[in-house]
């Protein structure tokens, strides 16, 4: 109805992985390329999941400026607290 705000497309990034002896920039530049398509597409937002145990990717996608997405993360809506073992991040 009015006022209902329209869902915003976004790239999404199902999944990306990068081998270590070759990574020296390879991923950042990859998801450059990604945001790069998706603004060239109209989607600014890129929206990607990464599992809470891969603290390096956490830490990865965190240097590049993406952050959980409080409006799609289900961690701390869920009655036990931290029972999703995955972040939804997403950067604009």
């Not at 990574?23 to 398509?37: D, K, P």
């Not at 603290?55 to 990865?60: I, T």
């Amino acid at each position: 109805g009015a006022g209902e705000k329209k869902p915003q497309e976004c790239a999404y990034v199902y999944e990306i992985q990068v081998a270590p002896g070759i990574r020296c920039g390879l991923g950042r530049r990859m998801m450059e390329l990604v945001e790069l398509c998706g603004r060239h597409e109209g989607m600014p937002k890129v929206t990607l999941t990464v599992f809470k145990a891969n603290l390096s990717a956490v830490r990865f996608y965190a240097k590049l400026g993406y952050l959980i997405d409080s409006a799609i993360d289900p961690n701390g809506e869920d009655e036990e607290e931290g029972a999703f073992d995955y972040f939804i991040l997403s950067k604009l």
